[in-house]
């Protein structure tokens, strides 16, 4: 089955989520042309994107990959998985799992990486497949997760805020209010306390370190396919509401 690629600013933004390789700078100009040219992003939007795009283009690659690790890799609560969020460790979460798995192969979507299905540049990667009405009415679902994660990210002065923001713009959602309350309910993780944050993690028995080759073969299909077009959506309804 052929693969179209339809949305070029989900897999800008798959991208920009990705863990951060040479491969991904050399990539963020073409990736920032992409943003900055979405009509569905606010002016403000758009500029808002502007300084995590210039960082992502030239800053040391290896304060740009210790600053992912510390924003998203030690801090659950502000994980990339989006059934983090929702189930935690329960049992609903591997049902969820599997409905998303099943989503993507019945797609004849493959993904090339070791992450998780519910991991969110994974999930874009995929929606920048499918239409425009089935991806915003997917990511409406996590309306409320983005808006908590943007949030977080604001308060730690993160410009990966802006990636939430947009987001939730191309949604057209309105995040409930009492969602995103709930989820803020929950203090954040502080990632400097790595005896704290390993009890955590062992619990979970779930690794959600980087895997250092998901962003490689992620930015080649970006810069091969950003201009060519290749040939159901997973609903998240249920497990983020």
Known sequence: MTIILKDRTLKAL???????TEALQAAMPEIGGVLASDTRLTAAARR????????????????????FVMLFDRSRTLSLNLFEHVHGESRDRGGAMVSLVETYREAGFDPVTSELPDHLPVLLEFLATRSAAEAAETLSDAAHI????SERLSKRGSYYAAVFDALGQISRAR?????????????????????????VWDEAQITFGPDPNAGCPQVRDMLANMDIHKSSTPSLRNATK
């Open 14 to 20: 798959s991208l920009i989520l990705s863990y951060p």
């Open 48 to 67: 808002a994107l502007r300084p995590l795009v210039a960082a992502l283009e030239q800053d040391d690659i290896y304060d740009l990959q210790e600053q």
């Open 146 to 149: 983005f808006a908590a994660l």
């Open 175 to 199: 995040p409930d209010a009492a969602a995103v309350a709930e989820l803020l309910l929950y203090p954040d993780d502080d990632p400097t306390d790595l005896g704290a944050l390993d009890a």
